[in-house]
């Protein structure tokens, strides 16, 4: 059950990247007051948590209306999380957790960020509902399903924490501190993201 909670939380750390979007949202966010910022993050975060828990408890319906079965599932999702892994430790910023130029420059023009884009795609980006549905639908027991779920609140609270706390930590740990710390996280989620591509295959079959 520890193990199920660890790889829940790493693999939610680096599909929604609370540092990145820390730095993201201090931009986006540099002329607003203490308040606004406040207002931003809070309601950016309940909308990104609603968004995740919809795939948390419908994914599965989801996949079976498309006809996707799990191993199908675990390959793509696992290629998915491999792609935004590499992105991470060369700390290149792509569509899988992050905004593209096109979305980031739209959302300077916005009095609003909260839902577009700190809610969705920023904290509840592919990358992260890829992995919310992953986990859950490998998930052996309902006790572990609720640990997966119990993980997700937790990265989602370190995000708002970040994010209420993103420009003094930008002055702290600078561009630097914080690319070092993403390049750990997605060398970890590079083995995770194999593994589950890996138990993909040998479910599928397709080996004999």
């Given amino acids: 059950m520890v193990e199920s909670v660890i790889v829940s939380l790493t693999m939610f750390f680096a599909t929604i990247a609370p540092p990145d979007i820390a730095l993201i949202f201090a931009a986006l966010t540099k002329d ?31 996949l079976k209306l498309f006809g996707i079965d799990i191993p199908a599932l ?22 899988g957790t992050g905004t593209t130029k096109e979305e980031t420059a739209e959302a300077r ?16 980006g592919p990358g992260a509902i890829s992995a919310v549905i992953l986990l859950t639908t490998g998930a ?32 702290i740990l600078g561009i630097t501190g914080l690319a070092v710390v993403s390049r750990i996280v ?12 890996f138990d993909g295959i040998k479910e599928s079959g397709i080996l004999g």
């Fill in 32 to 62: 607003a007051s203490s308040k606004e910022r406040l207002i931003f993050a809070t309601r950016g975060v309940i909308v990104a948590t609603i968004i995740l828990l919809f795939f948390a408890f419908f994914g599965d319906t989801i």
């Fill in 109 to 124: 023009e916005s009095e609003d960020i909260s839902i577009f884009p700190l809610a969705t795609p920023l904290l509840a």
């Fill in 74 to 95: 675990r390959v793509g999702g696992g290629i998915l999380l491999l792609l935004i892994s590499i992105d991470m430790v060369f700390a290149r910023h792509s569509g």
């Fill in 186 to 197: 997605g060398i970890l989620l590079a083995a995770l993201s194999v593994q589950f591509i």
């Fill in 140 to 171: 052996k027991s309902q006790t572990e399903f609720w640990l997966v779920l119990l993980a997700l609140i937790l990265i989602m609270l370190a995000s708002w924490l970040l994010l209420l706390l993103a420009i003094p930590i930008q002055r």
